[in-house]
């Protein structure tokens, strides 16, 4: 990680540009509702109506950071309920 923020560092040295207060925001968000995903699934696979409920947060923030987590090899789903929903579970390792 330190080498990436390193690289990202330099660039902005070079270029001169910084990230907008916007982009700053969007990105401390994210990291706070990926670190409340995670937890909520520390004690095994949930849906993402549970996830919801389990963080407060709505079931459309939930499915847009699971998706983005599952690309990145965080998350997968996991069997469906009785209901037909998938439950999501952390990627070990």
Same mark, same amino acid.
């Given at each position: 990680?330190?080498? +990436? %923020? =390193?690289?990202? *560092? $330099?660039?902005?040295?070079?270029?001169? /540009? !910084?990230?907008?207060?916007?982009? &700053?925001?969007?990105? +401390? %968000? =994210?990291?706070? *509702? $990926?670190?409340?995903?995670?937890?909520? /699934? !520390?004690?095994?696979?949930?849906? &993402?109506?549970?996830?919801?409920?389990?963080?407060?947060?709505?079931?459309?923030?939930?499915?847009?950071?699971?998706?983005?987590?599952?690309?990145?090899?965080?998350?997968?789903?996991?069997?469906?309920?009785?209901?037909?929903?998938?439950?999501?579970?952390?990627?070990?390792?």
């Amino acid at each position: 990680m330190s080498e +990436r %923020r =390193s690289t990202v *560092v $330099q660039l902005r040295n070079r270029s001169g /540009l !910084k990230p907008s207060k916007e982009n &700053v925001e969007l990105m +401390r %968000r =994210s990291k706070e *509702v $990926q670190t409340a995903i995670t937890k909520a /699934l !520390k004690d095994g696979p949930k849906t &993402v109506p549970e996830i919801a409920k389990a963080t407060g947060l709505s079931k459309d923030e939930i499915f847009w950071h699971l998706m983005t987590m599952h690309k990145y090899g965080v998350v997968e789903p996991d069997e469906k309920d009785e209901a037909g929903y998938f439950r999501y579970r952390l990627v070990e390792g």
